[in-house]
């Protein structure tokens, strides 16, 4: 079970949360509608290339990268999206697409958009294309440790 890893580091460190199982749905945005959860409260993860390491973009599903604006925050010399090939072997016990928001789980820088503090909680795949995880944002922030900033952009 893809989720077994990240709720046992969530168990660890007592966190209440709540699982949502969910038809299968591939895009966050799908995901969102199946599970009935409003897009700006169900964060995405978006691998990138920042030089040449790989690292987490986290944001809302209703929003995307503004690659500029995180190479700015960054001060690298490259970033973009990352390709499947870069990344599907870094979560082994993952659905490719589907890993949860924790790069200090896979030993990766993690980017998390300022916009998801504004809800209370935050959902998101939890390593499968069927299942979510909710829990309170800052219990999410404690844990994950992101730098948190400002660089995405809501799609009009």
């Known amino acids: 079970m ?17 699982t949502i199982r969910h038809s299968p749905a591939y895009t966050a945005q799908e995901v969102a509608a199946s599970a009935h959860i409003p897009g700006r409260e169900m964060a995405k993860t978006v691998m990138i290339k920042i030089d040449d390491d790989i690292a987490m973009a986290v944001l809302p599903a209703s929003f995307h990268v503004d690659l ?19 990344f599907k072997d870094l979560f082994p016990s993952c659905e490719v697409g589907a ?3 924790f790069g200090n789980l896979y030993d990766m820088q993690l ?15 939890a390593g499968s294309h069927s299942e979510l995880i909710r829990l309170p944002y800052a219990d999410y922030v404690r844990l994950a440790e992101p730098v948190v900033v400002q660089f995405a952009l809501e799609y009009v």
Do not use: N, Q
């Not at 500029?68 to 870069?86: H, N, P, V, W």
């Not at 958009?113 to 935050?122: K, N, Q, T, Y």
């Open 111 to 125: 980017f998390a958009d300022a916009s998801l503090a504004e809800d209370e909680e935050i959902a998101f795949e």
């Open 2 to 18: 893809p989720v077994k890893r990240l709720k046992e580091y969530l168990d660890r460190h007592e966190i209440k949360y709540i």
């Open 68 to 86: 500029d604006r995180l190479r700015e925050i960054t001060g690298s010399k490259r970033i973009a999206l990352a390709a499947e090939d870069d």
């Open 99 to 101: 890993m949860p928001p």
